[in-house]
């Protein structure tokens, strides 16, 4: 199985979405986020098929992506998962990413974070309020790879669990809530701040608190991204 960049976040997204059944992954998506992750999947040249389906009280309909285990392709895919971890994925994301080639890391976390993750910026009036980031889990998720990723780029985050529904409903969070240390995240998801694969829409947000790097210095906002470039 071929680990270029494509595939490496499809990997990631699917530590954060998938699940493995008899015959074929499945990965359910927001229709609108869908769109952009089928053109990864495509090229992944993996055997798959779409259906939709609305959710109980929800507005928006979910794509869902079934990829079958046909072929040889396919086969070595799913064992390779398998070895990986996918079918527990309480186990070390380490698992995986010891597979996975340095240079390439970051789509696998950019993959993970666009599945599990979600970024909130306040602005008023044109004015930087916050940002805050986080990565949500089950009570479970083994975040260890997370916690040493954030401490290799000096980056401050707090871990907590929370119980709802009277102890029904357990999960986990990994929170990120200061403008320097969101920026230090996406220039290790984004480097050069350049977009090719992934959830434009989350890029955005990234590139909204960008915009605020040096605010506060002689009373200058300084893009630092302004030559930013996006590949489709």
């Avoid at 669990?161 to 102890?167: A, C, D, E, L």
Wanted: hydrophobic share 35%; with cysteine; aromatic share 14%.
């Amino acid at each position: 199985m071929i680990l270029d960049k494509e595939m490496c976040y499809l990997l990631g997204y699917l530590w954060a979405d998938g699940h493995i059944g008899k015959d074929c992954v499945t990965l359910e998506i927001v229709e609108e986020d869908g769109v952009s992750v089928k053109g990864i999947i495509e090229k992944s040249g993996l055997d798959f098929r779409i259906t939709t389906r609305k959710r109980k009280n929800s507005i928006r309909k979910q794509m869902c992506f079934d990829l079958r285990f046909r072929g040889v392709g396919s086969k070595d895919f799913h064992n390779f998962l398998i070895s990986s971890g996918y079918d527990n994925k309480t186990g070390s994301h380490y698992q995986i990413l010891e597979k996975i080639p340095e240079n390439l890391k970051h789509y696998w976390v950019r993959g993970f974070f666009d599945g599990d993750g979600c970024i909130n910026v306040t602005e008023k009036d044109e004015k930087y309020r916050s940002s805050r980031l986080y990565f949500y889990g089950d009570i479970k998720q083994e975040w260890e790879c997370i916690f040493d990723l954030f401490k290799k780029i000096d980056l401050k985050y707090t871990y907590q669990t929370v119980s709802r529904k009277n102890g029904l409903h357990l999960s986990s969070f990994v929170g990120v809530y200061n403008r320097i240390d969101v920026i230090k995240f996406f220039n290790f998801l984004y480097p050069e701040c350049l977009f090719d694969i992934g959830l434009k829409r989350k890029y955005d947000k990234f590139m909204v608190v960008k915009k605020y790097e040096n605010i506060g210095i002689r009373g200058r906002i300084n893009m630092g991204c302004e030559q930013h470039k996006v590949f489709t």
